[in-house]
């Protein structure tokens, strides 16, 4: 306790310096924990776009499908598979695919259609809460397609405006209808914003002649349930189709989103190294202030152990001083920043990796933002003290006394 309360008088002994200490690593502190909270909500949306919006967890094609994709290469029979992945407590939702042309009075472009049951897609995705204008899919409207915001743009239709899909059908016959507009996507990625459209899956069985089988069944998993043990269970339900985790479809970004989680630490390496240095030199200059005062202390019995805590003790008061400062100024950002976050005007719906950026930035922040940005702090702290402190635990009365 007598240790604490010299500890104490000796931090405010030099009150300017000590307050510009503990600013400088409150400060740091509180950069680090907005920030890292940022990069997390950004890297946690583009990867709830990738899971929640397209790609699922999983997903199983037939087993010539990366040789041969095309519309006779089908799931012969999704709905058992469906159920035996649902029964291996995983939900699925089955998607048939082709391409095609699609033209309006002004326009044409090729595009990629989607057939899906609203209802089952619903449970498994949540592409509809995406939807920028109008409405959803829905079996009283047959003959109602949702279509991608860039590619509404580039065939110039809005809501309750024609187009004309072409395309050939399963049996070589022209598959043509008539569709009307009956929603307009947000921002998704840059494949689905240019060319999508979602139809009934009852309109494209009816429109591509294909009255079985399915393209590509999008899986998902509970939460607690590891992504790897959830494809053992569907390759296990799949039998000889191709079953890949969304990492394998989509390699390039689970790397960028790992490394983007490393490079988050690197930067906080930096800025702590920099507060690390201004630590440095605040304790050697209390400590060159008092050589002759140590010396004096360690003349009437203060061991060397005593006068390293001594030293280690006043960089711990500073220390929890900031953390408290920091942690209390970065609660009311964090908060904002997670309910209302940072609206990045025309940014918002930029590609990103394939993936378009959302307008409305928001943060991300647990309990492990805060532990790492302290973490990494008090270790940087802890360094820069023991150099000073150590210098000071080995100082010898005599040279102390005569110090100038």
């Known amino acids: 306790m007598t240790l604490l309360r010299i500890?104490?008088?000796n931090v405010w002994r030099n009150s300017r310096r000590?307050?510009?200490?503990?600013?400088?690593m409150a400060f740091a502190l509180w950069t680090t924990i907005l920030y890292s909270g940022l990069v997390q909500g950004y890297l946690d949306s583009m990867e709830g776009d990738v899971l929640d919006l397209e790609v699922g967890d999983l997903q199983i094609h037939p087993e010539a499908w990366d040789d041969e994709p095309g519309l006779s290469t089908v799931i012969e029979d999704p709905a058992a598979l469906v159920a035996a992945l649902e029964e291996a407590g995983l939900t699925a939702t089955v998607r048939l695919l082709s391409g095609g042309l699609a033209a309006s009075d002004e326009a044409s472009a090729g595009v990629v259609l989607r057939g899906l049951d609203p209802v089952a897609d619903a449970r498994a995705l949540k592409l509809p809460e995406r939807l920028g204008e109008g409405r959803w899919l829905a079996a009283d409207a047959p003959k109602g397609v949702v279509i991608g915001r860039r590619l509404a743009r580039a065939l110039g239709v809005g809501l309750g405006d024609e187009l004309v899909?072409?395309?050939?059908?399963?049996?070589?016959?022209?598959?043509?209808d008539l569709f009307a507009v009956r929603g307009i996507l947000g921002?998704?990625?840059?494949?689905?914003?240019?060319?999508?459209?979602?139809?009934?899956?009852?309109?494209?069985?009816?429109?591509?002649?294909?009255?079985?089988?399915a393209h590509e069944i999008i899986v998902r998993r509970p939460a607690d349930l590891p992504l790897d043990e959830a494809a053992a269970r569907a390759r296990t339900a799949a039998g000889p189709a191709v079953v890949q985790t969304w990492r394998e479809l989509l390699p390039t970004i689970a790397t960028m989103l790992d490394s983007s989680r490393s490079v988050m630490v690197f930067v906080f390496l930096i800025i702590y190294l920099a507060i690390g240095i201004l630590v440095l030199n605040a304790v050697l200059m209390a400590v060159f202030e008092r050589v002759r005062e140590l010396g004096v202390m360690k003349a009437l019995g203060m061991g060397p152990w005593a006068v390293l805590a001594l030293i280690v003790t006043e960089t711990a008061i500073q220390t929890v001083l900031a953390i408290a400062v920091g942690t209390l100024l970065a609660a009311p950002f964090a908060w904002y920043l997670t309910v209302h976050g940072i609206n990045v005007g025309a940014l918002g719906g930029t590609a990103v990796m394939g993936l378009a950026m959302a307008e409305v930035w928001t943060g991300s922040y647990d309990l492990q933002n805060l532990t790492t940005a302290v973490v990494l702090l008090l270790?940087?702290?802890?360094?820069?003290?023991?150099?000073?402190?150590?210098?000071?635990?080995?100082?010898?009365?005599i040279d102390a006394m005569r110090y100038q």
């Open 7 to 9: 500890a104490w008088r």
């Open 18 to 24: 000590s307050l510009v200490t503990i600013a400088a």
């Open 165 to 176: 899909v072409l395309s050939q059908a399963a049996d070589g016959s022209v598959a043509n």
């Open 187 to 213: 921002p998704v990625s840059e494949g689905t914003d240019r060319a999508a459209i979602f139809l009934l899956d009852t309109t494209f069985r009816e429109l591509f002649v294909l009255p079985r089988g």
């Open 379 to 397: 270790v940087i702290v802890a360094f820069a003290t023991l150099i000073p402190a150590i210098r000071a635990a080995r100082l010898r009365p």
